[in-house]
């Protein structure tokens, strides 16, 4: 409601602004502004055509955004979940860094559903169930849970039926997933008559590793966020059993440009450094969620 603002905002006179929106209500035959004396408002022709002229100068925006972006192989936009970006994503990025210095890595922690075009995003990493629809998709690994603790608090439980004695930590970030990969499911896994409800809860995975970590209890722990601890010798995995679920981590992009030389280049590194913790996986027994007894 200001053409001097609107002239500004469009990097020209007002003037020149003043002359076009003159040819346009011509055009149309009808005015679509009330001049007063020091502001305007819209006419009843200008509020039909307000949104519609808001929304093709927003889709305008957006595709030069894209076309834009298309030329930047520097850039990678990339956002994840903040418990994936903490334990999975941090511990790792120097390596990246130096392997690929000519890629500006920029982060966005974040569980929120992103539109590639609006949010100027190129890479999503999402865990869950899928399918992705309108979008490029490819699966990182496959993900378990299994007990971690420190070393010397395995030395207090070194059995399944002993664990039913110690402070357990709970991560509730995962109470989505159907079957539940719980405490409950993992000691009916090993046959443990067990139903636990008490000890410390926690919304995010990120901050019940990080209990586990200071001494806190056992966390039924995610590979994703734990396999790099148990690897460093930091937490073990003692019992040898994981649960395993049909929901994974996803490596997401727009179709048609998965194949660009950053966004290659972050995946298979991405790819590579998950290989290297294979032997943690190998030494586990994953027994499927949907092959557990139910309560």
């Known amino acids: 409601m200001s053409f001097a603002k609107a002239a500004e905002e469009l990097h020209v006179t007002p003037a020149a602004l003043s002359y076009q929106i003159k040819s346009?209500?011509?055009?149309?035959?009808?005015?679509?502004?009330?001049?007063?004396?020091?502001?305007?408002?819209l006419t009843e022709a200008g509020r039909a055509l307000s949104p519609g002229a808001s929304e093709a100068f927003q889709?305008?925006?957006?595709?030069?955004?894209?076309?834009?972006?298309?030329?930047?192989?520097?850039?990678?936009?990339?956002?994840?979940?903040?418990?994936?970006?903490?334990?999975?994503?941090?511990?790792?990025?120097?390596?990246?860094?130096r392997a690929h210095p000519e890629v500006d890595l920029r982060f966005s922690a974040?569980?929120?559903?992103?539109?590639?075009?609006?949010?100027?995003?190129?890479?999503?990493?999402?865990f869950g169930y899928g399918p992705d629809h309108g979008v490029w998709s490819q699966k990182l690994s496959s993900e378990w849970f299994t007990p971690v603790m420190l070393p010397e608090m395995a030395e207090r439980y070194p059995t399944p039926e002993s664990l039913t004695k110690a402070p357990l930590?709970?991560?509730?970030?995962?109470?989505?997933?159907?079957?539940?990969?719980?405490?409950?499911?993992?000691?009916?896994?090993?046959?443990?008559?067990?139903?636990?409800?008490?000890?410390?809860?926690?919304s995010g995975a990120d901050h019940a590793v990080d209990a586990a970590l200071a001494g806190g209890g056992v966390v039924l722990g995610r590979r994703a966020m734990v396999i790099?601890?148990?690897?460093?010798?930091?937490?073990?995995?003692?019992?040898?059993?994981?649960?395993?679920?049909?929901?994974?981590?996803?490596?997401?992009?727009?179709?048609?440009?998965?194949?660009?030389?950053?966004?290659?280049?972050?995946?298979?590194?991405?790819?590579?450094?998950i290989a290297k913790t294979i032997s943690v996986h190998n030494a586990l027994t994953i027994i499927p969620v949907e092959d557990?007894?139910?309560?």
Not at 110 to 126: G, H, K, N, T, Y
């Open 24 to 41: 346009l209500e011509e055009h149309l035959g009808t005015p679509l502004f009330i001049r007063l004396n020091r502001a305007v408002e």
């Open 59 to 97: 889709t305008l925006t957006n595709a030069w955004r894209a076309t834009r972006r298309l030329q930047d192989n520097t850039t990678l936009n990339v956002t994840a979940g903040p418990a994936f970006t903490a334990k999975w994503m941090a511990p790792r990025l120097y390596e990246f860094a």
């Open 110 to 126: 974040s569980l929120r559903m992103m539109d590639f075009e609006r949010d100027e995003v190129d890479v999503a990493i999402r």
């Open 169 to 202: 930590i709970f991560d509730e970030s995962t109470d989505f997933l159907k079957p539940a990969c719980d405490w409950p499911a993992w000691f009916r896994a090993m046959g443990v008559d067990f139903t636990p409800s008490h000890g410390l809860h926690f």
């Open 228 to 273: 790099k601890d148990i690897y460093d010798g930091r937490l073990v995995a003692p019992y040898g059993v994981g649960l395993g679920t049909k929901a994974h981590f996803r490596f997401l992009c727009r179709k048609g440009t998965e194949n660009r030389p950053h966004i290659v280049a972050l995946r298979e590194w991405m790819l590579a450094e």
């Open 292 to 295: 557990v007894p139910a309560p």
